[in-house]
């Protein structure tokens, strides 16, 4: 069966060409190399002596070993195989009991470094930026990454929730209507933010109303389609949280949460940091817990929507605008359609011939 490729939005053999997560920074000292499944595409990433983090496709072009298995050797990597060694760019520079390596390169792919995470960019090249949170775009940050988890529907679909302004009085039972206006960054990027304040109907109103000069902070800022940046709080504080997606098999989710703030200096900012993060991963958990059971079964179709519903049909037309790729073989959407198309009229010419 041929997969329809005719939308992005919840597409579980599409994605948006991005930057995504790979691993934590932790999980990769120098000099080693770790095996990396990233939307359907196996890698090796290595830490080369240089500490740069580095990203190959995985499988050998001399016969396919995974070179996960191999060695990382300055700032290249060395096959287990047959020992055949790939520089930063991927190309092989050395063939044991060659003079000359052979002219054969495997694909290397661009990795930043930001959060303790290390993203990698899944296009040719990229002048994109990498995920942040909006209000700390320039500040030096602090961030724990606090929790890994799966879900049982696409990224795209579990990114609404944050943006989804009738649930919070629903399932979360905020006692404030949420009214959102949205702001497009970039081409990748897009922000919605609470415009609204409360009327003085409910006591937690009454108290939290002070706290504000206008309207109740709450700003969800997306990038790609599957990482979010939530920044809430009252005007004096304000919490960041960072929720970092990736589509895996079968139209499903795997992520990561991230709590961030700005770096503060000396042994009382390290000790103001601990507690603020702590008060993030509270209020993270209070929101995450909620909507848990719902991500399990729920078929999203969103066929009847209402005034409340404005922002997420917003969030479906940015993600439709953005590049997207085929989910294994990174292909972009039009190359996989064209190779598709080939393939069926080689089919049919063959069968002709027969
Ligand atoms: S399979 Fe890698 S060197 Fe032979
Ligand atoms: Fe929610």
């Not at 939005?9 to 948006?16: E, R, T, V």
């Not at 992520?255 to 770096?263: E, S």
């Not at 605008?321 to 009229?345: D, F, M, N, P, V």
């Amino acid at each position: 069966m041929t997969a329809s490729l005719d939308r992005t939005f919840n597409n579980p053999h599409l994605f948006i060409e991005g930057w995504y997560w790979a691993i934590t920074s932790k999980e990769l000292p120098i000099n080693q190399v770790k095996p990396v499944k990233l939307m359907g595409r196996d890698l090796a990433i290595y830490r080369g002596k240089d500490g740069i983090a580095r990203a190959i496709d995985a499988y050998c072009p001399h016969m396919g070993a995974h070179l996960a298995e191999g060695k990382v050797e300055g700032d290249g990597i060395r096959c287990f195989f047959h020992n055949w060694k790939f520089d930063s760019c991927g190309n092989c520079v050395d063939i044991p009991g060659l003079d000359k390596a052979l002219p054969v390169k495997n694909k290397t792919w661009l990795v930043a470094e930001k959060y303790g995470i290390i993203w990698l960019w899944t296009g040719e090249k990229s002048h994109q930026l990498l995920p942040f949170v909006p209000e700390l775009e320039n500040d030096e940050c602090e961030a724990i990454i606090s929790a890994y988890f799966t879900k049982n529907c696409h990224p795209n679909v579990v990114m609404i929730n944050a943006i989804d302004a009738q649930h919070f009085n629903t399932v979360h039972n905020l006692p404030l209507k949420i009214v959102f206006a949205k702001q497009e960054l970039n081409q990748n990027a897009i922000t919605f933010s609470n415009t609204t304040r409360g009327g003085e109907d409910s006591w937690l109103i009454k108290i939290i109303r002070h706290l504000y000069q206008k309207q109740v902070t709450y700003t969800m800022c997306y990038w790609y389609g599957s990482t979010g940046t939530v920044t809430l709080g009252p005007d004096f504080l304000h919490f960041h949280i960072m929720f970092a997606l990736r589509l895996i098999e079968g139209g499903k989710t795997e992520g990561r949460t991230l709590l961030i703030t700005k770096k503060r200096r000396g042994i009382i900012g390290w000790l103001f940091n601990r507690i603020i993060l702590l008060l993030t991963q509270i209020v993270g958990n209070y929101f995450a817990k909620g909507d848990t059971q719902v991500f399990q079964t729920i078929k999203f179709n969103l066929q009847t929507p209402t005034q409340e519903d404005k922002s997420i049909l917003q969030f479906i037309q940015h993600v439709e605008k953005q590049q997207a790729l085929s989910w294994g073989s990174w292909l972009r959407k039009e190359e996989e359609i064209g190779s598709r198309e080939e393939g069926t009229s080689k089919k049919v010419k063959s069968n002709l011939a027969v």
